[in-house]
């Protein structure tokens, strides 16, 4: 009896003596097993390895064993997870991943979402409430942010991003994650995969932030903007910045400065459809009027004054490069800041101060000689418009068949054409015109002299 041993043949175990197993040893493949103390007949059962010793098949299913496809054997099951996205087995030794929401596991290969420290499967991420809003359906609200005794000068920007490679709510939710002051959000955008809009900070707040490090760092070879060609980079601010003096000058030095703006914009084409520059003026022909009162409205522009408290500067193409993002902040800063001081002669260079705005302009060979004197222009707009006034003061109009004269209440020119009623010659209002409308001169309305009011008076014998 003592010389018996275990023996596994046609998947049965039984006992047979030594000299036995030694006789069938000559026909049959048979080894032992440290795990089983047994020998097995592996040419007439089915048996397995683990961790390099043997196992009967018997073993394999009564004390689950699964097979791993990383150890290439089996292992105790408590040992094993089980991989969703491979349909596969592997050994708790591989290098796999878990989804933090229902725990199942995933191979290495499978691209988790992630999410404020945690990664989430494909079919729990669909089921999150997504990151990036739809367009305009952000309601937690702007407000300022600044740090201490700064200018109330506040910028929010929204650059927009495409080609994004991968799925845009697992980009835009590992930007939002490095976050930490929650300055930004995303908004779905038609035109392009998606934008970054940030809460209205000013330039040092923007600065403070260190986009670099977790912005840019983050969006770099995952998503394309300025070499998308569609994107770009809105910057808005505050209205109430200004006031009426100041819309003006800043109005002026954009008008001035068009062409170095279109320059430094880095956008190809002059009428771009989502930032069209409108009309080339010459340097020499900019006056006050004409600036202030060309305003454009809506998403075609390159200066849009529709938002109800905001001015976007819409001109700039968006971009992945933080030195390029930084200094059109400044950019933009900086010709606030210049419309709101009291600086009479303002040159293209002036407007560069800051740490990236002076190299991008050179890198981009933006030069300009001309200088643009406010004092001078604002000078000719008091004459034009005392020379208006006086033209209006003393002058009939004649304006298709009406006899009319005109004056200026606020921010109009009220026209009254002359009527006869009885015997009696009387006024009534005809037009207006506004005076943000006003081109150069009245003629462009259809205004022309007809008389002076003296002469008008005299004819009709001192009646009027
Ligand atoms: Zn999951």
């Known amino acids: 009896m003592d010389n018996l041993v275990k023996y ?198 923007h600065k403070n932030q260190h986009y670099n490090d977790w912005f840019f760092s983050e969006l770099d070879g995952k998503c394309q903007s300025h070499d998308a060609g569609t994107c770009g980079l809105h910057v808005h601010v505050n209205k109430s910045f200004f006031d009426d003096h100041g819309y003006n000058r800043l109005k002026t030095i954009l008008f001035f400065f068009k062409e170095e703006l279109f320059q430094f914009s880095r956008r190809q084409r002059w009428d771009y459809g989502y930032s069209d520059f409108n009309e080339r003026i010459d340097k020499k022909d900019v006056t006050i009027q004409k600036a202030k009162n060309s305003k454009h409205y809506g998403h075609s522009t390159w200066f849009n004054e529709n938002n109800s408290s905001t001015y976007e500067f819409r001109f700039f193409r968006g971009t992945l490069k933080y030195e390029t993002f930084m200094a059109s902040l400044e950019l933009v800063h900086n010709i606030c800041m210049v419309a709101m001081s009291s600086t009479d002669v303002i040159t293209w260079d002036s407007l560069l101060d800051g740490d990236y705005c002076r190299e991008y302009s050179n890198s981009r060979d933006i030069y300009c000689d001309n200088e643009l004197n406010l004092s001078t222009l604002e000078e000719e707009d008091r004459e034009y418009m005392k020379a208006l006034e006086k033209s209006l003061k003393e002058n009939v109009f004649i304006n298709r068949n009406y006899v009319s004269i005109g004056e200026i209440v606020d921010d109009t020119i009220v026209f009254y054409c002359l009527y006869n009623d009885g015997d009696e010659l009387k006024l009534r209002k005809q037009n207006y015109i506004d005076l943000s409308d006003l081109s150069e001169n009245l003629e462009d309305h259809g205004y022309y002299r007809l008389c002076s009011r003296k002469e008008l008076s005299n004819l009709l014998g001192g009646a009027f």
Request: charged share 30%; glycine share 4%; net charge negative.
């Open 8 to 205: 596994y043949d046609h998947n049965e175990f039984s006992f047979i003596s030594m000299e036995k197993l030694e006789e069938l040893e000559d026909e049959y493949y048979i080894q032992y097993s440290t795990f089983e103390d047994c020998y097995i007949n592996k040419d007439t059962s089915a048996y397995g390895y683990c961790d390099n010793d043997l196992l009967t098949n018997d073993t394999i299913e009564s004390e689950n064993y699964i097979y791993c496809e990383d150890t290439e054997d089996y292992q105790p099951e408590n040992y094993t997870v089980y991989l969703t996205d491979t349909d596969e087995y592997v050994s708790r030794d591989y290098d796999f991943q878990k989804c933090d929401e229902c725990g199942d596991y995933f191979s290495s290969d499978y691209d988790m979402h992630y999410r404020d420290g945690n990664y989430y499967c494909d079919a729990c991420w669909e089921d999150m409430e997504p990151v990036i809003y739809d367009y305009h359906k952000y309601e937690d609200g702007y407000y300022p942010r600044s740090l201490a005794r700064e200018s109330p000068l506040f910028m929010g920007f929204e650059l927009e991003v495409d080609n994004v490679r991968g799925d845009c709510e697992s980009l835009a939710a590992s930007v939002l994650d490095g976050d930490m002051d929650g300055t930004l959000h995303c908004e779905e955008d038609c035109t392009v995969a998606f934008e970054f809009i940030s809460q209205p900070c000013t330039l040092e707040y």
